[in-house]
């Protein structure tokens, strides 16, 4: 198992040697300022921007989520079981009138 010391940091093992241990780059990191621009302009350069994508979902999509699942589903079936015994007043409690 590998030590701390021994952990490459932003490298898969597999990948070139001239990358720095988790402790070389602590030691070149100021606790007390944080990174200078040079090493800001370095590991962005290296690794992007440190940011997390956002996906947006489209507002009709998120409407047609409602009318799927477990719950709608069995709703959608009671509404039918309804109509097709002719039960009509149930069938309008559950589509939302109260007479058809």
Known sequence: MKEVDDIEV??????????KTLTDFLNDVN??????????QSATEKYGINEIPVKITP???????????FLPFLIEIAAIISIAVLDYV?????VGKSQL
């Open 10 to 19: 932003g490298v898969l093992p597999s990948e070139s040697n001239d990358t």
């Open 90 to 94: 149930d069938f309008g409690i559950i």
């Open 59 to 69: 507002l009709y999509i998120l409407f047609l989520r409602h009318f799927t699942g």
């Open 31 to 40: 606790i007390e300022h944080g990174l200078t621009e040079k090493q800001v």
